[in-house]
């Protein structure tokens, strides 16, 4: 939680520094929800990548309703003491013109921490993944009283 005086921005930033997993909320044609925990690497604090089959539920729900909720969060934090990023956003399939640098940004983040690097072929068919990313156009940590308070983390 916020307290008085506190960096939300900074706080905000933080948590998107480091964590390596996002909660990512989708809905299907009928409107029910999904969540699927995905391993991102962000561009900044407002766009942010991850791979994932297309046949994937998720990948479906982004294809079929592109406004997304995500949650970046320590789910090892003791009790009382977490904090979370939570954002609304649009989602989508990386465009091939921009596939270029959305696979460089999944890379270098996959190879600063320890994984391997990716390439166009591996996003591309008939590999079994594609690069998606989701725009951040809403940002807000917790405050006090359990209220969602709006941040600007860039």
């Known amino acids: 939680m916020i307290v008085a005086g506190e960096d939300r921005a900074g ?64 789910s090892g934090a003791p009790v009382g003491t977490g904090q979370g990023l939570y954002m609304r956003a649009l989602a989508e399939q990386v465009p091939e013109a921009a596939l270029d640098r959305g696979i460089e940004t999944f890379s270098r983040r996959s190879l600063e921490q320890g994984a391997r690097a990716w390439t166009l072929d591996d996003v591309r068919a008939p590999a079994p993944h594609r690069l998606y990313r989701a725009t951040a156009s809403e940002h807000a940590v917790l405050g006090p009283g359990d209220v969602r308070l709006p941040v600007s983390p860039a």
Request: proline residues 9%; without cysteine; glycine residues 6%.
């Open 11 to 74: 706080v905000a930033r933080s948590i998107v520094d480091s964590n390596r997993y996002m909660t990512l909320g989708t809905a299907d044609a009928d409107g029910l929800p999904w969540v699927s925990p995905v391993w991102y690497a962000p561009e900044g604090y407002g766009e942010f990548f991850w791979v994932s089959s297309p046949e994937a539920r998720h990948s479906r729900n982004v294809a079929l309703r592109p406004p997304v909720a995500i949650v970046i969060f320590d």
